[in-house]
């Protein structure tokens, strides 16, 4: 499989288990819990698989980007947290690197 799916999954499994991280109040629910761990598992294993084909620095790059903007998304929507102007405009600029990095190298 292509390493930018294995990433697109890595990113989706890293979202779904910090998401489940923040509902988990305190570790009190154990199929949050449950879903946290698996969640971050598949992560760090979709991350490697991709890792075969991106390079480590790109790779991580686009990982952590991606993550920071959906969960910021999540935080607002779900957990209404708060996003001021210049957040977003971080979150912007965030989006941007990740299309960026996207792009074909060209020398």
């Known amino acids: 499989m292509n390493g930018w799916i294995w990433l697109g999954f ?3 499994a890293e979202v779904l288990a910090t998401t489940t991280l923040n509902a988990n109040n305190d570790f009190s629910r154990p199929s949050m819990l449950a879903l946290t761990v698996i969640g971050y598992l598949a992560a760090f294993s979709c991350l490697a698989l991709a890792l075969r084909t991106i390079p480590l ?3 991580y790059a686009i990982w952590s ?3 920071i903007a959906a969960l910021s998304l999540i935080g607002w929507l779900n957990f209404r947290q708060p996003l001021s102007i210049q957040q977003l405009g971080g979150l912007l600029l965030v989006m941007a690197g990740i299309l960026v990095l996207r792009l074909p190298v060209t020398r």
């Open 10 to 12: 890595a990113i989706a």
């Open 57 to 59: 620095g790109i790779a």
């Open 65 to 67: 980007g991606a993550g």
